[in-house]
Nanobody, 124 residues
Framework: QVQLVESGGGLVQAGDSLRLSCVAS????????MGWFRQAPGKEREFVAS????????YYAEFVKGRFTISRDNAKNTVYLQMNTLKPEDTAVYYC?????????????????WGPGTQVTVSS
């Protein structure tokens, strides 16, 4: 069974850090692009960051540059999102996603496989 499972969310205070993990299983993801998206209540799902699994090429949304870092561990088939200096506006459900073709995209519809999401809540 091909699946993505996120973990690491929680309730933190503004200025704190969290590291989200996404374990990918069921197939080889070496030619995929892995992305992190988030969806706040009443808002559309938005792109946060992505990484090309084989080359490690990174892309970030402007609003997280300098605060969030995406990375991968090939041996563990895991993608991470390190989030620093969290703000209340970062509160959202964070989703891991996989895209078959190895070209970057920040569009929700370009991704083929999604995890169930993990809640991140940042209090002020």
């Amino acid at each position: 069974q091909v699946q993505l499972v996120e973990s690491g969310g929680g309730l933190v205070q503004a200025g704190d850090s969290l590291r989200l993990s996404c374990v990918a299983s069921g197939r080889t993801f070496s030619n995929y692009v892995m992305g992190w998206f988030r969806q706040a209540p009443g808002k559309e799902r938005e792109f946060v960051a992505s990484i090309k699994w084989n080359t490690g090429t990174l892309y970030y949304a402007e609003f997280v540059k300098g605060r969030f870092t995406i990375s991968r561990d090939n041996a563990k088939n895991t993608v991470y999102l390190q989030m620093n200096t969290l703000k209340p506006e970062d509160t959202a459900v964070y989703y891991c996603a996989a895209k078959r073709s190895p070209t970057h995209s920040d569009r929700v519809g370009s991704y083929d496989l999604w995890g169930p999401g993990t809640q991140v809540t940042v209090s002020s």
